[in-house]
């Protein structure tokens, strides 16, 4: 071969091998990429104090928690009246399951697809719907009537009743626990809290009685207590969900009660921060938000919060790091600060009793919170029974 040929010969071996090391390199960077961040996001579904538009509208407001809860987008839902205007929304719940959020308005109950965003079905139950709660597995809901006689269990896939129970208590708030085995329910016309089986779908149990009629109430994770807020105490009482009695009656001091705008009581939320070391307790009069020491019991008052509004609920992220109230503020819970307020893409505030925290990666929701402010210690590790 002459040396003009075996020039050529190389150059064409040394481009052959420069095409394949770029086809391999590029491949490496194709399959070793970055997978997508799991991202942390609040979904406030409005109106959701009474049908008032002008705390953030109509739809589901969705915020990034790590840039500062910034306004990101807004979900067009149903929940209509007969005259086309936007009902009260009364309830959310989100199933990992089904990877749906699902919005309760005064008429209606509506599955939101999480990767569509599109409303999948909305339908109308017998009395109405209230405030909702959905098994942990994501395959249940319980949802009560509108303060009516009755509870429906319904198929989280296709909303079609299973069972209906019958209380005659008038139907109200519902919270399932977390080891799924139980659901509490409240009315408005009882002083004891219903506790059902989630097996045979009866009322097994009641808690009490309180001083008055329930109403906001909460649970620590080992579900061995309850937290209740009670019409006419400016405060919260105590049960005990193993023996059912009522342990303690725990009143604001320094603050009196007065008027109030929503619910006709002084105090209508309550909720455990996920670590269970406090109490926090809606106060809608002076506008405040009361915090107890939940390592001692009874829990002992420690510090108060004024807020914007009369707050009328309270809850917090899965890690505990913040607490939202119905008033719209973020507030830090180590620190007591107020670090970030709800704005619409308008930027106007944004009040909800109905909001809940829900991990996206991409458009599978991987891990959600509750609408309750409940007790994420669980039986385990619980401090006391």
Sequence with gaps: MSLKARIFTFIACVAVLFVAVSWTSSEQVTTTATPA???????VATPGIRNYLEY???????????????FVKRIPTGGLKDDGTPSNVKGVAVSIATNSMYVTTLEALQRVDLATEKVL?????????????????????Y???????????????????????????????????????????????????????????????????????????TINGAQTLCYVNVNGLLGFEVGDLQSGTRLHRVEVEGFSQGPVKRHGCPSHGVGLSPDEKEV??????????????????????????????????????????????????????????????????????VHSEKVVEIHMDGKKAVKAGDQFGIGRVTKALASRP
Aim: glycine fraction near 10%; charged fraction near 25%; proline fraction near 5%.
């Design 121 to 141: 079905w909305e339908k109308k139950y017998e009395g109405g719907c209230d405030r909702l709660s959905i098994s942990p597995d994501g395959k249940l809901i």
């Design 37 to 43: 961040k799991v991202r942390q996001y609040l979904y």
């Design 143 to 217: 949802l009560p009537s509108l303060e009516k006689e009755h509870w429906h269990v319904v198929d989280a896939e296709t909303g079609d009743v299973i069972k209906q129970i019958v209380t005659n208590s008038g139907a109200h708030n519902t919270l399932y626990g977390p080891d799924g085995s139980k659901v509490y329910l409240a009315g408005l016309r009882t002083n004891t809290l219903g506790v059902a089986d989630t097996r045979s779908h009866t009322v097994v149990k009641q808690v009490g009685p309180f001083s008055n009629a329930i109403r906001p109430f």
């Design 280 to 349: 926090w307790l809606c106060d809608a009069f002076n506008q405040r938000l009361h915090i107890f020491d939940n390592t001692v019991m009874p829990p002992k008052q420690k510090e108060s919060i004024e807020v914007r509004d009369q707050p009328g609920w309270i809850t917090f992220s899965m890690d505990g790091k913040y607490a939202y109230p119905s008033t719209g503020e973020v507030i830090d819970v180590k620190t007591k600060k107020i670090v970030a307020t709800l704005k619409d893409e308008n930027g106007n505030a």
């Design 56 to 70: 953030g509208g109509h739809g589901i407001l969705v915020f990034d928690v790590a840039e500062g809860h910034r």
